[in-house]
């Protein structure tokens, strides 16, 4: 089963508004959480990492919350822009070479 | 610019016919791994290899084998390909010690008819 639950699986945003993308996990080993970003026709690229020693780490208009004693952790695209609409993974790691992946949630943004 | 190439886009095959599906990277990573993406189920590890000529399993191996001879390329070979192997398959690389090296290629489309 998938180590990492990813919701929604899809969302529609306004230009200019927030999307948010939550993820759960229930292994405690995992110290390491990356979101990615896929456009079609392309491999996903890596946008923002977190480690679960901050609560929140932003850049841009990209930012992520960080809940350790809930293990669970989010994404947040503030103003998004139609450029913005693609495929957004979650991810987890307990060491540095592997990586358990959410389902993904296709963001579709509205100009 | 770094780059995981996979060698095709896009391909046909048979049920029964073997399959090769061939990814190379020139970024000198020790890692390499094989996923595959299905709607509503995310990317799932198929196989990986952290050196030369090892490979271990990940979370869906089965009807599938791989082979890394050298440290540029790796292989992921399916058997006997089936209709449930329909997916599109991606080839991802990584320095040993980090994950924030994690490139992928840009996939390959597989249809087993």
């Known amino acids: 089963q998938q180590q990492v639950k990813q919701s929604p699986q899809s969302l529609i945003v306004q230009k200019g508004g927030i999307s948010i993308i939550n993820c759960a996990y229930e292994?405690?080993?995992?110290?390491?959480f990356p979101w990615y970003q896929q456009f079609p026709g392309k491999g996903p690229a890596l946008l923002i990492a977190i480690r679960p020693d901050v609560s929140e780490k932003k850049e841009g208009r990209f930012t992520i919350s960080f809940n350790k004693s809930a293990k669970q952790f989010s994404l947040h695209i503030m103003d998004s822009q139609p450029g913005d609409s693609a495929t957004y993974f979650c991810a987890a790691s307990s060491n540095d070479y592997k990586l358990s992946f959410g389902a993904g949630t296709t963001v579709t943004v509205r100009a | 610019d770094v780059k995981v190439t996979q060698s095709s886009r896009y391909l046909v095959k048979r049920t029964g016919e073997k399959v090769f599906l061939e990814c190379v990277q020139d970024m000198d990573h020790e890692n390499m791994f094989w996923y595959r993406q299905d709607p509503g189920l995310g990317l799932r590890l198929i196989y990986f290899s952290y050196d030369v000529k090892m490979k271990e399993k990940g979370d869906i191996p089965e009807g599938y084998s791989v082979s890394r001879e050298k440290k540029e390329r790796f292989s992921l070979i399916l058997e006997s390909a089936s209709t449930n192997q329909t997916s599109m398959y991606l080839c991802?690389?990584?320095?040993?010690?980090?994950?924030?090296?994690?490139?992928f290629g840009s996939g390959t489309r597989l249809t087993v008819v």
């Open positions: 292994n405690t080993a995992f110290d390491y």
């Open positions: 991802a690389s990584s320095s040993t010690g980090t994950v924030i090296g994690y490139t």
